[in-house]
């Protein structure tokens, strides 16, 4: 069944989580590097009720959520949103209280925002909130927008560990389960701006059936009804591995290179179009196939 709701996905700047590059910037609030309003005014035009829709921003991923709750309000506020609440979930026993599942009953809109997705899944997954969201973006017209950790986790499989640099090395990243908002996907943020594209390379590889979705920063996608458009100034990256004709995967040990032959990529730019379902790409300013 398709659902009745939205996804905003977004590569993000907000704040690094939990992988194995060290080389990024200690002092976390420096990397609160806002994506550009363009986005969030694609969120706010496509909720239910507009300015008037009930926000609901969810800083449990982040590390500094008294600094990236605040950002986020103050943003969507100066966009003109009327209704826009901070609700930091830091344990699973909140996740599954009755004031907390009656909040998120009552939003228009859900925005989880970066830092660790492990921390994220771990406290959300399986309760009454995670639950409560599914159904809505399930049976309603509610969005469900994540930005860097809340993108990585809003499929069904997530990466959650793995450096840039040994990424095409058997075993080197980890996945494990997201919250379950698009299947049969698996998304990786940050990602021009930090190299990630083998860590797609060997997720797909691993099963040739998931998409690979790599987003960069101050960029996403807006899915609805099968249909993912691009949004925002940079690259998204697809790696579909469905014509993969050899890997020596299974042939080699732990820590040693992948051979993959036949992988497809795709790049996407903003308002391009990618039908899930017949896996084709519509590029909006073609040189060979112009809009009429």
């Known amino acids: 069944m398709t659902p009745s709701g939205k996804l905003v996905i977004i590569g993000g700047a907000v704040n690094k989580g939990s992988f194995t590059e060290t080389d990024y910037d200690s002092n976390i609030e420096k990397n609160l590097n806002f994506f550009e309003k363009g986005i969030l005014r694609k ?6 009720f507009k300015e008037d829709s ?12 008294q600094i990236v709750g605040p950002e986020y309000k103050k943003a969507f506020e100066f ?20 004031p907390i599942v009656a909040r998120a009953n009552a939003a228009d809109v859900v925005l989880l925002t970066g830092g660790d997705q ?3 899944t771990s406290i959300l997954g399986g309760t ?9 973006y399930q049976e309603q017209d509610f969005i469900y927008a994540g930005t860097s950790a809340g993108a990585a986790a809003s499929s069904e499989n997530m990466i959650y ?7 095409l090395l058997k075993g080197e990243i980890k996945t494990t389960q997201g919250l379950g908002f698009i299947e049969n996907v698996i998304v990786d943020t940050h990602f021009v701006q930090r190299g990630r594209i083998g860590r797609l390379f ?17 960029t996403g996608l807006f899915i609805k009804d099968e249909t993912m458009t691009a949004i925002g100034s940079g690259l998204v990256i697809l790696v579909d591995g469905r014509f993969i004709k050899d890997t020596n995967l299974t ?3 732990l820590g040693q290179p992948i051979s993959i032959d036949n992988l497809t990529v795709h790049v996407m730019s903003q308002n391009d179009e990618f039908n899930l379902k017949t896996k084709e790409l519509k590029i909006m300013n073609s040189q060979y196939h112009p809009m009429v």
Not at 79 to 98: F, H, T
Not at 202 to 218: F, H, K, M, S
């Open 128 to 136: 009454r909130f995670h639950d409560a969201i599914l159904l809505k």
């Open 161 to 167: 560990q793995g450096s840039s640099s040994e990424a």
């Open 202 to 218: 060997q997720a797909v590889v691993n099963n040739p059936r998931t998409l690979g979705i790599g987003l960069g920063e101050d």
């Open 54 to 65: 009930v926000f609901e921003i969810i800083t449990t991923a982040s590390q500094i959520p």
């Open 118 to 120: 492990l921390r994220l």
């Open 251 to 253: 042939k080699i040990e």
């Open 79 to 98: 966009l003109g949103a009327k209704n826009v609440n901070i609700l930091d979930i830091q344990n699973r026993e909140q996740a599954n209280s009755d």
């Open 43 to 48: 969120i706010i035009n496509e909720s239910r």
